[in-house]
């Protein structure tokens, strides 16, 4: 049995918690600044990316802004919050898909899976692990993600493939490659299907050698998706919340989701006013005809009728970042589009997902209505068709002349020499997934050629300005993941973008110095690819990306200082102790604090922690006790 002793210490310190709980809740609620801080005795520091004031020691929050940078902790007595590591701005991961990772990570994962009897292997642990929840059936298919036919010497997989296992034979089965734009399914899918199965669309690929099963970029939009199940807004919803659960923990505060249909916009608007967003969400518009001009079905988005979509709903946690046009398929598919033959199949370029004159057309419609235009283009054919089409409206004598419209190219990954000069001449913006050339090193040099390879693709450092003048508000690429496709870890993108290395192993067929290292970026430089550049690409970099007064009390609390070690390599290693936007911590979620009061602080100020230290001492005989 407990000493009374130390059951009244249990319940001393369970008064005093909830009681800090309770004033943290006014605290956080209350328009009073709340000063935050690192500890006073250690080396910690915060990272402003401020050029006037580089380091701080302390700054204030409130409603949901910075209101002031302190270089040093206050010598008064002052309460603050203690922020136990080094504090950086928030991550703006600028490319992303948030509803496509929320079901992926409910589905069967095929990353890294070394052969199709692996793939077997994963889907029947699946339907083992989740038996009974009518998986397999036509209203429930089975889905996974991740498989790559390089894995299975090159060839395509089938629908007869997955029939092989009879416990697979009989049911509907739908996975998706790692890039996202193919699709490989069963045979109970195809029966669905008319015989002989349909023509691909324009913009699409119905794989047949060596049989059925893959359907690729148009092809999944016109045939197989209007057959499959369709999740309903619960399902979104869940899948909403937990991947940005995920996202959080690795530090990133914003995401530019990079295509989201007007319906699942509605789905997000409705939690961003209801403040249920952990994160800020800039959304591009993806029209329900993919590469279309679609005003009669954007009308009734509260983005678009509260007449600015740039501040956003729920305290600007959900903005409108223009509309997402697609130019092309993807590399590893042989999808992407080129000017030249892939060097590994001499009779395919590749796919263009809409002609040039129409996407020069479909550009200058939305540009005629002022929306941000962002072009998803991976191959040299389609990075030419997005420069031309930008160039149609800037006119071939534009210099720095995309500050006001801020188009961009989303992947930029084969870039003609001439093309590349084109948009750093322009100002087009590069966005970029460093982990995307880490990941294509082990094929891109069958696709491509050393030629194209070494003068064309997978550029970095060369998109960053050669003339470093004060009043360019243009910096650099914005960097990001294309989570799900990668992992959305932002550490290890900006490990891939210095080292030029697999995060994942360390490695590159180069070598330890990395897969053609001339293209590397700074440590600083790709800091600034998740920060201040991606705040520019969000038309928001005078309210976020860096630790400044009048910004969103936006940050990020982690184990090191990453910018003290030049050569990046410790940037995979990066651990993440907090996170917190507008000012609400969103992960950890403090235990304390009911779920419905997200974001509330889990330390105990200062004075909190002395006033209970001193009773103890009292209680236990001048014990000192450390919490």
């Known amino acids: 049995m407990e000493s009374l002793t130390s059951l009244s210490v249990t319940v001393v310190i369970g008064v005093l918690l909830a009681s800090a709980a309770s004033f943290t809740n006014t605290f956080f609620s209350s328009p009073k600044p709340v000063l935050y801080c690192v500890p006073s005795d250690s080396v910690q520091f915060i990272t402003t990316l401020d050029p006037s004031l580089p380091q701080a020691k302390c700054f204030r929050v409130a409603n949901g802004v910075f209101t002031e940078i302190l270089k040093e902790i206050p010598s008064s007595d002052e309460e603050f919050v203690t922020l136990d590591g080094y504090v950086f701005p928030g991550i703006i991961e600028s490319h992303g898909h948030i509803l496509q990772y929320g079901e992926m990570l409910e589905s069967v994962p095929l990353y890294g899976a070394e052969n199709i009897d692996e793939v077997i292997s994963r889907v029947k642990k699946f339907l083992a692990d989740h038996a009974g929840e009518g998986y397999g059936t036509r209203k429930k298919w089975v889905r996974g993600i991740g498989w790559d036919q390089a894995h299975f010497g090159g060839v395509m997989p089938t629908a007869k493939d997955l029939g092989a296992d009879p416990a697979l034979a009989d049911l509907y089965i739908m996975l998706d490659r790692v890039d996202v734009h193919c699709v490989w399914t069963s045979q109970k899918v195809l029966d669905l299907l008319p015989s002989p199965l ?261 550029r970095m450092a060369s998109f960053i300005p050669k003339d470093a003048r004060e009043d360019r508000l243009f910096q650099g690429p914005v960097l990001g993941s294309d989570f799900p496709v990668e992992p959305p870890n932002p550490f290890h993108g900006m490990y891939a973008a210095v080292t030029r290395l697999n995060p994942a192993t360390g490695t590159s067929p180069s070598g330890g110095g990395g897969w053609y290292p001339e293209e590397a970026l700074t440590v600083d430089e790709a800091l600034h690819g998740f920060t201040r550049n991606a705040a520019y690409g969000w038309f928001q970099e005078s309210k976020t990306g860096a630790i400044e007064v009048g910004k969103w009390s936006d940050w990020i609390v982690i184990d090191r200082d990453i910018l003290e070690d030049k050569s990046g390599k410790g940037l995979r290693d990066v651990k993440v102790r907090q996170t917190w936007m507008g000012g609400h911590q969103v992960y950890p979620i403090p235990e304390m604090i009911g779920e419905d009061e997200r974001g509330l602080s889990e330390k105990i100020t200062n004075k909190t922690r002395k006033s209970i230290n001193k009773i103890l001492q009292v209680m236990t005989g001048d014990i000192n006790f450390e919490l």
């Not at 997934?433 to 069958?446: G, I, V």
Request: hydrophobic letters at 40%.
């Open 198 to 458: 349909p023509d691909a669309p324009p913009g699409g690929v119905v794989v047949s050698d060596p049989g059925p099963g893959v359907f690729c970029d148009n092809a999944m939009d016109a045939i197989i998706n209007p057959i499959a199940p369709k999740p309903d807004n619960s399902q979104k919803i869940r899948w909403f919340k937990t991947a940005m659960a995920e996202l959080t923990k690795v530090g990133i505060t914003g995401v530019g989701d990079a295509g989201m249909r007007p319906d699942d916009i509605k789905i997000l608007e409705g939690m961003a006013v209801k403040k249920e967003l952990p994160l800020r969400v800039n959304v591009m518009l993806e029209c329900p005809e993919r590469n279309s001009f679609c005003p009669q079905h954007i009308w009734d988005l509260k983005l678009i009728r509260s007449g600015n979509g740039r501040e956003g709903l729920g305290d600007s946690t959900l903005l409108l970042g223009g509309v997402k046009l697609f130019a092309d398929g993807a590399l590893g598919s042989w999808g992407a589009a080129l000017l030249e033959p892939y060097s590994d199949k001499p009779d395919v370029k590749g796919t263009m997902l809409i002609n040039e004159t129409e996407l020069e057309i479909v550009v200058n419609q939305w540009y005629n209505v002022n929306w941000q235009v962002n072009i998803h283009a991976i191959g040299d054919r389609a990075n030419h068709a997005a420069v031309n089409a930008f160039e149609s409206i800037f006119g071939q004598y534009c210099q720095d002349c995309n500050e006001l419209t801020r188009f961009r190219i989303e992947h930029a990954q084969i870039i003609s020499p001439e093309d590349q000069r084109r948009i750093a001449k322009m100002g087009i913006i590069p966005s970029i997934q460093p982990t995307h050339a880490t990941s294509d090193m082990a094929y891109a040099l069958d696709r491509l050629g050393s030629e194209r390879l070494q003068h064309s693709a997978y």
